[in-house]
């Protein structure tokens, strides 16, 4: 399946273009992994060539077997042709029947406090209900450490409201979390 979302350009943000990554992006990824930030928060950056192809590789596998769609985000103001990847949004853990899935997400340090990731998310947000809703999708939700304000900030613009205050789960969730949710129908 080959998916691609576009949004316009509003007064609220970029005309964005999230579509699956493919090898072209490897050297996007490289830029965007020269961010100290980008590095320290991930157990395994990507750093090399080698490094960045088994990250796609794991993206490409999700599509292949519905775990894991997982979309870079473009800047698509050029007209048809996108412009740079300003980041990733995904959405994983959802199976034909369940109900619930989860949103996931990342931006390169020239698309933070823009707006771009909280667009992003409400794109694939709208999508995952209209495309799995009618299969059992009632719930999406978005996670992060309590102490990530952007994070929070980003899950609130989206339209996701807090849940839940969750406990600390090393090594993943060092501190304790936040759980987000938005419901289908609610949108």
């Known amino acids: 399946m080959t998916v691609v979302l576009r949004s316009a350009e509003s007064g ?85 029947g369940s109900d619930v899935a989860e949103v996931g997400y990342w931006t390169a340090a020239a698309a933070r406090n823009r707006g771009i990731a909280s667009q992003a998310v409400e794109m694939l947000t709208a999508w995952a209900f209209e495309s799995f809703g009618a299969q059992g999708l009632q719930r999406v939700e978005l996670l992060h450490q309590e102490d990530n304000l952007a994070s929070c900030r980003v899950a609130q613009k989206s339209g996701y409201a807090l849940i839940d205050v969750l406990p600390a789960d090393p090594p993943i969730f060092p501190a304790p979390g936040h759980l987000h949710a938005r419901y289908l129908g609610l949108c």
């Open 12 to 96: 609220h943000g970029l005309a964005l273009l999230l579509r699956p990554w493919d090898a072209h992006d490897i050297p996007h990824l490289l830029d965007i992994f020269c961010d100290p930030v980008m590095r320290q928060s991930w157990r395994n950056p990507i750093v090399t060539e080698l490094d960045a192809s088994r990250w796609l590789n794991v993206q490409q596998r999700g599509w292949t077997d519905g775990g894991r769609l997982s979309f870079a985000v473009l800047d698509s103001e050029r007209g048809n042709e996108p412009g740079s990847v300003l980041g990733n949004v995904v959405l994983k853990g959802w199976t034909a």
